[in-house]
């Protein structure tokens, strides 16, 4: 046994060293999406291959996997610690073995210049920008997937890094239930939003006011500022620099306050998962999210089922009201009906939730075909704009309103669009449990109240990092692995009766 | 030759790379005093340490010493690039062996942790919770003069690292002259100011407008904002943290624009001359500083010799009134005035052109004994209010208006204070010979015509680097190494004619 202590001793030291240096390129990113000036590119660039490859080599060490080895012959404790990080450190030295450190820095180059062509080309709305671009992380997400290795697809292999344990086949088959069913609950849905105005919300909401607003909300649910802060990006996103350092960004519109508010409720529900790990554990898997359908649901969950609940507004009315005075020409249910009006649009981010997982099909296809060669780069806003309308009725007529709207694909991120519609599924999952186990909380909603909704998060799943895989942990959970009922359920609750 | 340029090339990479993990190192630095929420700090400080341990392992390796040694033995270009690096790599690589790897992350562990509690202290104003910190930072700064070694003063040691060539002895001469010399001045540069009200200024200035009027002054200057910017901390600084990414900061008092006007002028002017910097030798000491004296020389002239010129405010004022509408009460003289008035007062950085060096002699004594044991750390209040009361006739009654108002020893800088008047000499030096050399330039300042000075400064201070050693510069560029006498000259001309 002594052998075994030193050998994971070892390993959590090497880890630690790894997540000191992760950490700090993590800065120099957000930075580069915060407050980078624009001719400091090059050398943020250098920096992340560096940096990048420097704790791809500190991870991939022949000594890792030596210690990894004298570890498992010891033999661990069922459940401990020490054999839930084992356990994961192996699989993912085993995926970042596969790649050589040669191909991770030439990754992160790509992605820096991506990243900042992405930019021009959805300023400009000009495809052509970004195509050499995607072509090359497409080429570049063909080779780690047979680095990685697959059964079936190569977009398993992807699809393993986000979700361990779904394969391809599995998303389509949830897709293949939910698509149908989607179209019968949204005709109906939006023949009722007719009733409300496009336009009811629309006003004059000045940043500072929107910013005020949103952090007393993000406070209400639990955020905590002293270990996090918010800041302004085109694309909104949250990231962790190291324990008490979880920073969430967001857009505004000065036109509709609810833009920021609901992305900051979104943003926040990330956050309270990251502050919700056992920061003890900083940089070793019981320390990380369980996958990103496990981390999208808490992000689902406060922005849709608390943000969008009917009765959100009962509460959270009057205070808006004192920062936007001119909002006191609306009740609590109209703002309700407002940000719960179901009508296709163009961008996902600003789609209701009807639509929304019509976007995510639509972009897990192109992926898929990107990455079984059935789609060419240069076919992407043809293929998209095609089978938008196909699917939405809507015309897309500027790149910017359509493939280029997302930050994703710049950043190399094949395979984690379709967690965006695991999250949706897992989200109505965990709500339809906690409202039976906490029948008081619909009252509690309604009052602004979010501790035990917080509480129960905390204990079901934030606490566990990822001891458990998200199938494991949806079933301890709520009793059953991820299914397409209770969202569909969800949905036409809401939006039918 | 081939055994040469391979050894030098091998040098080139391993420094490079050392630049890229410190300017990570640096943005963490720059985070910390901008936007870091608290109860990330121990990470931080976590982070600090090691990759301060990295760094200093990768340039003390003994293959940089080999590499180094291959250098030298096959002989080099006189003045060639080659010949200049290595020469300055040589004196880098000594100093550094000296220090102990574990030696060097306790030194930023201390750094971070004392900087937080600086902090506090100053805003308590309570040197108790500074004093532990002060303390560990004295014997720290001792141990390393012990490991650096020196031939009279401790204090010798800790002066090379700022001023290469310089030592206790010299400035310790120096400042002997200034002394009475400047109390001469004082006396009637006070009365001749008492004319001036010491509200003149006084009124309300927003933020926002105090920020866009920097902006268009650090314009004017030459400051790049594609390649630098300017955010808000307790204390300003300029710091670069790559090619093309070189950050001002400054803070704002809403009844005194001048403040972080002055402040902007001054970090800018350091800014100027990291962005005249050769780039492509960035990580290399042809892109570093030829010493603290000789980058303050640029922000001192900047501030004082370009903005607080008598004619300054011709061009500046209507400028001034666009954001300041109130201002138009006042005439250019008058602004010229207000800015130039001298009086006592305790803190530094507000601290007029005449009464400015005083306080630097008080820090040079205060740290000299301190490092020769002539002075305990708990001591320092007492030492310091009593000798600022001799030399300024003020009383000091809190310690955040006294010798907890910098800083410097938080961040483990001793040493560091006699470049501030190494820099107002030579600052009045350049400046005396450039008005030789270009007799048109007083036009040109009333104008806001920055473009000339700003060429003749890269032209024979900022391309240079770190090829000439500050005495060498000074005599190259001036045809005399730094004397009192020109900032003398300067103070007499402009406060008593």
């Not at 209400?220 to 190291?242: K, Q």
């Not at 990103?292 to 808490?298: R, T, V």
């Not at 999952?429 to 509690?444: A, I, K, N, S, W």
Request: net charge neutral; proline share 5%; aromatic share 10%.
């Amino acid at each position: 046994m002594a052998t075994e202590s030193a050998a994971y001793r070892k390993l959590l030291k090497r880890t630690r060293e790894i997540a000191l240096v992760s950490a700090a390129s993590d800065l120099l990113s957000w930075d580069l999406d915060t407050y980078m000036p624009p001719k400091a590119l090059a050398f943020r660039a250098e920096q992340f291959a560096h940096l990048g490859g420097h704790t791809h080599k500190l991870f991939t060490s022949r000594k890792v996997g030596d210690l990894l080895s004298a570890c498992e012959q010891n033999g661990l404790a069922a459940d401990s610690a020490e054999a839930v990080n084992v356990r994961e450190w192996r699989r993912l030295y085993q995926r970042a073995t596969r790649l050589p450190a040669r191909f991770v820095e030439k990754f992160q180059r790509t992605r820096t210049h991506a990243r900042e062509a992405w930019k021009e080309a959805r300023q400009r709305s000009q495809f052509k920008v970004f195509k050499p671009h995607l072509q090359k992380v497409v080429e570049l997400n063909r080779q780690r997937a047979e680095y990685w290795g697959y059964s079936e697809s190569p977009y398993d292999a992807l699809l393993e890094e986000h979700e361990p344990g779904m394969r391809t086949a599995q998303v389509r088959s949830l897709f293949a239930e939910l698509r149908p069913a989607i179209g019968e609950v949204l005709g109906k849905a939006v023949e009722r939003s007719a009733a409300v105005p496009p336009d009811l919300i629309e006003g004059n909401y000045p940043v500072a006011a929107q910013q005020a607003l949103n952090r007393k909300v993000a406070e209400a649910m639990g955020f905590d500022f002293a270990a996090g802060r918010i800041d302004t990006t085109t694309h909104p996103f949250c990231t962790t620099l190291g324990p008490g350092d979880c920073r969430l960004t967001t857009r505004y519109n000065e036109r509709n306050f609810t833009q920021s508010l609901y992305g900051i409720m979104h943003e926040a529900g990330h956050g309270l998962y990251e502050q919700g790990l056992p920061a003890e554990h900083f940089g070793s898997p019981l320390c990380m999210a369980a996958s990103l359908g496990i981390h999208e649901s808490q992000s689902r969950l406060w922005e849709n089922h608390v943000g969008r609940h009917p009765r959100f507004w009962e509460h959270w009315h009057p205070i808006a009201c004192e920062h936007f005075p001119e909002l006191k020409r609306l009740t609590p249910t109209q703002l309700a009906a407002a940000v719960n009006r179901v009508t296709p649009s163009f961008i996902r981010v600003e789609a209701d939730q009807v639509t929304y997982d019509l976007h995510i099909i639509l972009r897990f296809e192109v992926e898929v075909k990107l990455m079984e060669k059935q789609l060419a780069a240069g076919d992407v806003p043809a293929y998209w704009n095609e089978n938008f309308q196909n699917m939405l009725g809507l015309k897309v007529e500027r790149d910017a309103d359509g493939c280029l709207q997302d930050i994703h694909w710049s950043l190399g991120e094949l395979g984690y669009f379709p967690t965006y519609t695991l999250g949706n599924l897992n989200a109505a999952q965990f709500m339809e449990r906690v409202l039976q186990d906490q029948p008081g909380l619909e009252g509690e909603l309604s009052r602004g109240e979010y501790g035990n909704l917080l509480k129960w998060l905390r204990e079901r799943v934030h606490r566990h990092g990822l001891r458990y895989h998200s199938q494991d942990l949806m079933q301890k959970a709520t009793g059953e692995p991820t299914s397409g009922k209770h969202h569909l359920d969800y949905l036409r609750k809401k939006f039918l009766q």
